[in-house]
């Protein structure tokens, strides 16, 4: 049978219903319609379950659960209830649960006796479940289907329904699209109109926002939607307006531009689709945990005003459809477009309410400040300036009354006043206790808008009880540079509403040059005792400078550091150090009574006699205090004095002798993070005419350090009043103990002042820390041929062994000459004469810290320095070499040289220090 002799499709039955014909040739049409409505809606598979001659349901096409599907077909067919089940719902209380989404819809007329079938689809590609919007098309299709189904029964010519058929169901496809599409752009289109009417009728801007983001949420079927401008700075995304569950916790979030879907198109400025928001590593996921909200799928597009971007708008999950298309971009542009109008329209009208309201407020503001720079120029005193001035004030702020308070920071703390009441200026004084409101806006810096009425009579105190009344506006006021605390005030608007910000803004404007006018009159005043009391400290300062060491001493010794910082304008402490001979150097620290001029010249004074006694005798550190007290006491005069701890490192012995007059104990700390005190006996040095001082004396050790230190180091105090104390200071060092000198002192500075938690010292802080480092060993050994070629070699083993170790001057040069000759020696003179086959000498050498020692071995006869002649100048400048030379010039370049006959073999020893 082929298409031309097929029977009709649907066919009465002997009961006079209806049923649907099946054979092979019908099964493909079949199959070709089922194709149609899988690709309608992205169905994975489809099935027609339709009623045949028997009155069964019979199943056309291929589906996975078909036991479950064959339940819902019957369940629809019986109804006449299309239906649209999720992905692992249950059938029933005992089923298993569903393993793709169903959408099964009706084929026949629900109030005839047409009734055909079910066509179900089993599983949707690239999501879990059907929509309803995919439910809705198949609806649409389903019921077309049956018309067309229907017109097969009733066709004169039934041999040419097939071919009609098919390019109707091509038809139907197309036409189910298209009613989808209209459905959709006309509900658009109305909603479209109503927001322009909406945007053309309001001056509410937050009320037109939310209203069109909302008709955005329900003409894209979203769960929410959102609206973010941009900051002033164009750094941040801020919601402004969000729509849905979330959008409380939403609008608390900023979005960096350039980061996430909003921040790349507010940089691209085109609209973008995101369909798979989980797996995209460009959507921001700040959103979604500030929320706990899930971000399937984004809609965005800009918000643009001329050429610049101002925000973006979002539409967010899809409900009852499953993702985005690109025809909904275009919808969305509208939209967009729409609220960039709406904000353009009324920042455009605000903006020129402002503009006239400002520009009638600046010349208000102009002719104040043209008066008010009259009154300054032509006052004279505080009193006839406040006079004037503050009449100028009540006028421009609307205000009853004005004044000016002063908190005046002296031995006696006072409150001047300068109150304008009833025309009048009076000036009066009060104590702090008689003030809280405003005397708290001037230490905080902080304007106080407010009401009388509405105050706590606890800070309703005597000087705000006499001053404010009604409304009231506080502002602090204090000129840049200025130690000046005070505070402008104006009380009683005149006005219903009581001042407000813009007063504040007028406040402060006019409020500029009366301020810097009271302060110039009163720094007048103050001019020359300032100017003399500036001299007294740059004096002071000067020659305090002048008595502290130009730079530190460097020395492969030791590793020193200092820091010195004075906690007001000068210091009483000071420190020196000194090195004289070839290995001793001296350190002291020191604390002068006062900070005076006078006490500035006493600590000049007593550092220029322990600096004379240091530097010009080898007196022990007892015996120098001694001196020194003794002569610091016949110049001491007002009961001055000077504590100080001296110390002397024999850099030969690694010795540290020290004493005290008077000063802290100072710190040993040793190499495995062990410490001791270093304590001395003996009064300060200018206190009684004769002074006992008795020190002490410790072996240093590579590795030790001793820390030098005034009491302001441990005496520094938090708010909690408690001190740093020493304790604290010494585990702070010794957890660095292993950082240079001048970095451990840096770091427990900052460490002080992160305790005490204030802007100024309590007290001087000088801290000296001296380190001894720890030296290394090296050791090379190399045998070389006795034969004058290997001289060369010789020389090249040498520079290489020395390479980047030689720091002293000159010794790298004296090394290799005595060497040099010390090795043409032994080839030359000490292999001369004998018989030995291919004989060599050794050379060793050992680097340990800053001595190199160099050894070289030799077969050779055995020498004897005593034989050696002594070298004749005059004859070698004859050019007459009569031995001698070589040995003496050995001798002068190296710091030693040795011999030695050990073993038949000949050991000649020298010595270099190199740092």
Same mark, same amino acid.
Not at 445 to 467: H, M, R, W, Y
């Given at each position: 049978?082929?298409?031309?002799?097929?029977?009709?499709?649907?066919?009465?039955?002997?009961?006079?219903?209806?049923?649907?014909?099946?054979?092979?040739?019908?099964?493909?049409?079949?199959?070709?319609?089922?194709?149609?409505?899988?690709?309608?809606?992205?169905?994975?598979?489809?099935?027609?379950?339709?009623?045949?001659?028997?009155?069964?349901?019979?199943?056309?096409?291929?589906?996975?659960?078909?036991?479950?599907?064959?339940?819902?077909?019957?369940?629809?067919?019986?109804?006449?209830?299309?239906?649209?089940?999720?992905?692992?719902?249950?059938?029933?209380?005992?089923?298993?649960?569903?393993?793709?989404?169903?959408?099964?819809?009706?084929?026949?007329?629900?109030?005839?006796?047409?009734?055909?079938?079910?066509?179900?689809?089993?599983?949707?590609?690239?999501?879990?479940?059907?929509?309803?919007?995919?439910?809705?098309?198949?609806?649409?299709?389903?019921?077309?289907?049956?018309?067309?189904?229907?017109?097969?029964?009733?066709?004169?010519?039934?041999?040419?329904?097939?071919?009609?058929?098919?390019?109707?169901?091509?038809?139907?496809?197309?036409?189910?699209?298209?009613?989808?599409?209209?459905?959709?752009?006309?509900?658009?289109?109305?909603?479209?109109?109503?927001?322009?009417?909406?945007?053309?009728?309001?001056?509410?801007?937050?009320?037109?926002?939310?209203?069109?983001?909302?008709?955005?949420?329900?003409?894209?079927?979203?769960?929410?939607?959102?609206?973010?401008?941009?900051?002033?700075?164009?750094?941040?995304?801020?919601?402004?307006?969000?729509?849905?569950?979330?959008?409380?916790?939403?609008?608390?979030?900023?979005?960096?531009?350039?980061?996430?879907?909003?921040?790349?198109?507010?940089?691209?400025?085109?609209?973008?689709?995101?369909?798979?928001?989980?797996?995209?590593?460009?959507?921001?996921?700040?959103?979604?945990?500030?929320?706990?909200?899930?971000?399937?799928?984004?809609?965005?597009?800009?918000?643009?005003?001329?050429?610049?971007?101002?925000?973006?708008?979002?539409?967010?999950?899809?409900?009852?459809?499953?993702?985005?298309?690109?025809?909904?971009?275009?919808?969305?542009?509208?939209?967009?477009?729409?609220?960039?109008?709406?904000?353009?329209?009324?920042?455009?009208?605000?903006?020129?309410?402002?503009?006239?309201?400002?520009?009638?407020?600046?010349?208000?503001?102009?002719?104040?400040?043209?008066?008010?720079?009259?009154?300054?120029?032509?006052?004279?005193?505080?009193?006839?300036?406040?006079?004037?001035?503050?009449?100028?004030?009540?006028?421009?702020?609307?205000?009853?009354?004005?004044?000016?308070?002063?908190?005046?920071?002296?031995?006696?703390?006072?409150?001047?006043?300068?109150?304008?009441?009833?025309?009048?200026?009076?000036?009066?004084?009060?104590?702090?206790?008689?003030?809280? *409101?405003?005397? !708290?806006? $001037?230490? /905080?810096?902080?304007?106080? +808008? =407010?009401?009388? @009425?509405?105050?706590?009579? &606890?800070?309703?105190?005597?000087?705000?009880?006499?001053?404010?009344?009604?409304?009231?506006?506080?502002?602090?006021?204090?000129?840049?540079?200025?130690?000046?605390?005070?505070?402008?005030?104006?009380?009683?608007?005149?006005?219903?509403?009581?001042?407000?910000?813009?007063?504040?803004?007028?406040?402060?404007?006019?409020?500029?040059?009366?301020?810097?006018?009271?302060?110039?009159?009163?720094?007048?005043?103050?001019?020359?005792?300032?100017?003399?009391?500036?001299?007294?400290?740059?004096?002071?300062?000067?020659?305090?400078?002048?008595? *502290?060491?130009? !730079?530190? $001493?460097? /020395?492969?010794?030791?590793? +020193? =550091?200092?820091? @010195?910082?004075?906690?007001? &304008?000068?210091?009483?402490?000071?420190?020196?150090?000194?090195?004289?001979?070839?290995?001793?150097?001296?350190?002291?620290?020191?604390?002068?009574?006062?900070?005076?001029?006078?006490?500035?010249?006493?600590?000049?004074?007593?550092?220029?006699?322990?600096?004379?006694?240091?530097?010009?005798?080898?007196?022990?550190?007892?015996?120098?205090?001694?001196?020194?007290?003794?002569?610091?006491?016949?110049?001491?005069?007002?009961?001055?004095?000077?504590?100080?701890?001296?110390?002397?490192?024999?850099?030969?012995?690694?010795?540290?002798?020290?004493?005290?007059?008077?000063?802290?104990?100072?710190?040993?700390?040793?190499?495995?993070?062990?410490?001791?005190?270093?304590?001395?006996?003996?009064?300060?040095?200018?206190?009684?005419?004769?002074?006992?001082?008795?020190?002490?004396?410790?072996?240093?050790?590579?590795?030790?350090?001793?820390?030098?230190?005034?009491?302001?180091?441990?005496?520094?105090?938090?708010?909690?009043?408690?001190?740093?104390?020493?304790?604290?200071?010494?585990?702070?060092?010794?957890?660095?103990?292993?950082?240079?000198?001048?970095?451990?002192?840096?770091?427990?500075?900052?460490?002080?002042?992160?305790?005490?938690?204030?802007?100024?010292?309590?007290?001087?802080?000088?801290?000296?820390?001296?380190?001894?480092?720890?030296?290394?060993?090296?050791?090379?050994?190399?045998?070389?041929?006795?034969?004058?070629?290997?001289?060369?070699?010789?020389?090249?083993?040498?520079?290489?062994?020395?390479?980047?170790?030689?720091?002293?001057?000159?010794?790298?040069?004296?090394?290799?000459?005595?060497?040099?000759?010390?090795?043409?020696?032994?080839?030359?003179?000490?292999?001369?004469?004998?018989?030995?086959?291919?004989?060599?000498?050794?050379?060793?050498?050992?680097?340990?810290?800053?001595?190199?020692?160099?050894?070289?071995?030799?077969?050779?006869?055995?020498?004897?320095?005593?034989?050696?002649?002594?070298?004749?100048?005059?004859?070698?400048?004859?050019?007459?070499?009569?031995?001698?030379?070589?040995?003496?010039?050995?001798?002068?370049?190296?710091?030693?040289?040795?011999?030695?006959?050990?073993?038949?073999?000949?050991?000649?020893?020298?010595?270099?220090?190199?740092?």
């Amino acid at each position: 049978m082929n298409q031309y002799n097929l029977p009709p499709l649907v066919q009465k039955s002997e009961d006079g219903g209806y049923f649907v014909s099946s054979n092979s040739e019908l099964d493909d049409l079949y199959h070709f319609i089922l194709g149609q409505a899988k690709r309608l809606v992205s169905g994975k598979s489809a099935a027609f379950y339709l009623k045949n001659e028997r009155g069964n349901l019979s199943r056309v096409g291929a589906i996975k659960d078909t036991s479950s599907a064959g339940k819902v077909a019957k369940h629809v067919y019986k109804t006449k209830k299309s239906l649209l089940l999720k992905k692992g719902a249950h059938l029933s209380k005992d089923s298993l649960p569903l393993s793709e989404s169903i959408l099964a819809c009706y084929i026949g007329e629900e109030i005839s006796e047409l009734s055909l079938g079910v066509l179900l689809l089993e599983g949707i590609y690239h999501f879990e479940h059907f929509s309803e919007q995919d439910l809705d098309l198949i609806n649409y299709f389903s019921s077309n289907l049956t018309a067309l189904f229907r017109d097969t029964l009733y066709s004169e010519s039934q041999n040419q329904f097939y071919t009609s058929l098919v390019t109707s169901i091509l038809l139907l496809v197309d036409n189910s699209n298209i009613h989808n599409n209209n459905n959709r752009l006309l509900y658009f289109l109305e909603e479209i109109i109503r927001v322009s009417v909406l945007i053309n009728r309001s001056l509410d801007l937050e009320k037109v926002l939310e209203m069109v983001m909302e008709s955005a949420k329900s003409v894209f079927r979203t769960e929410a939607s959102s609206l973010l401008l941009l900051d002033e700075k164009k750094e941040f995304l801020i919601f402004n307006t969000v729509t849905g569950e979330k959008k409380e916790e939403v609008a608390k979030i900023k979005v960096p531009v350039g980061q996430g879907i909003a921040g790349n198109v507010a940089i691209s400025k085109q609209p973008m689709i995101i369909n798979d928001a989980q797996n995209d590593p460009r959507v921001f996921r700040d959103v979604d945990k500030a929320s706990n909200f899930v971000t399937r799928n984004i809609l965005a597009a800009p918000l643009i005003v001329g050429d610049e971007v101002i925000g973006v708008i979002e539409a967010i999950n899809t409900k009852n459809r499953n993702n985005f298309s690109q025809n909904d971009i275009d919808f969305f542009l509208s939209f967009s477009s729409a609220c960039a109008v709406a904000i353009q329209k009324t920042t455009l009208l605000g903006n020129l309410n402002i503009a006239n309201l400002e520009l009638k407020q600046k010349l208000s503001t102009l002719e104040s400040l043209f008066e008010l720079g009259q009154a300054v120029l032509e006052s004279h005193d505080e009193l006839g300036l406040m006079s004037r001035s503050l009449a100028i004030l009540s006028k421009e702020l609307d205000a009853e009354d004005a004044g000016m308070v002063i908190f005046l920071e002296g031995k006696k703390k006072l409150i001047q006043v300068y109150a304008r009441q009833n025309g009048i200026v009076f000036e009066s004084f009060y104590e702090p206790e008689e003030s809280n *409101l405003i005397l !708290s806006a $001037i230490e /905080s810096k902080n304007p106080i +808008l =407010g009401t009388v @009425s509405n105050i706590d009579e &606890e800070q309703f105190l005597g000087l705000e009880a006499f001053v404010l009344k009604e409304s009231y506006l506080v502002l602090p006021v204090s000129p840049n540079g200025s130690s000046l605390k005070a505070a402008l005030y104006v009380c009683g608007k005149r006005t219903r509403n009581g001042f407000g910000e813009a007063d504040l803004r007028m406040f402060k404007t006019i409020s500029s040059p009366l301020t810097k006018a009271y302060e110039n009159l009163r720094l007048s005043q103050e001019i020359i005792t300032k100017k003399s009391i500036e001299k007294e400290i740059e004096i002071t300062r000067n020659i305090q400078n002048n008595i *502290l060491p130009n !730079s530190i $001493i460097k /020395s492969t010794q030791f590793d +020193l =550091g200092v820091k @010195s910082v004075a906690a007001k &304008e000068v210091s009483g402490d000071f420190y020196d150090f000194h090195q004289y001979g070839s290995h001793n150097f001296s350190f002291l620290v020191a604390d002068v009574s006062g900070k005076s001029l006078p006490a500035a010249i006493f600590m000049a004074m007593s550092s220029s006699i322990i600096r004379t006694l240091s530097r010009t005798t080898e007196l022990s550190p007892s015996e120098l205090l001694k001196q020194a007290n003794q002569l610091i006491y016949e110049d001491s005069q007002s009961g001055m004095f000077v504590t100080l701890f001296f110390a002397n490192f024999d850099s030969n012995a690694k010795k540290i002798r020290f004493a005290s007059a008077g000063h802290n104990d100072q710190l040993w700390i040793r190499k495995d993070g062990s410490y001791e005190l270093l304590k001395g006996k003996g009064a300060p040095l200018g206190v009684v005419p004769v002074g006992n001082y008795i020190g002490g004396e410790i072996d240093m050790e590579p590795g030790d350090m001793l820390v030098f230190y005034t009491d302001g180091a441990i005496e520094e105090k938090n708010k909690l009043d408690e001190e740093f104390g020493l304790d604290r200071l010494i585990q702070e060092i010794i957890s660095r103990k292993d950082k240079p000198s001048q970095v451990i002192i840096e770091e427990v500075y900052q460490t002080i002042r992160e305790f005490s938690d204030e802007s100024e010292q309590y007290d001087d802080f000088t801290v000296m820390v001296l380190k001894f480092p720890e030296t290394s060993t090296e050791f090379y050994s190399k045998i070389f041929p006795a034969k004058a070629s290997e001289i060369p070699k010789f020389r090249d083993f040498i520079s290489e062994v020395l390479k980047d170790k030689v720091k002293k001057e000159f010794a790298y040069d004296d090394i290799l000459i005595s060497l040099d000759e010390a090795a043409t020696n032994i080839i030359m003179h000490g292999y001369a004469e004998t018989h030995l086959i291919d004989p060599t000498f050794e050379c060793k050498v050992l680097i340990d810290g800053d001595l190199a020692i160099f050894t070289l071995i030799d077969e050779a006869k055995r020498f004897s320095r005593d034989v050696v002649p002594s070298p004749s100048i005059d004859a070698n400048l004859k050019g007459e070499r009569r031995g001698g030379f070589g040995v003496y010039l050995m001798e002068k370049l190296m710091d030693k040289v040795s011999y030695e006959f050990i073993g038949n073999k000949n050991h000649t020893y020298l010595e270099k220090r190199i740092l």
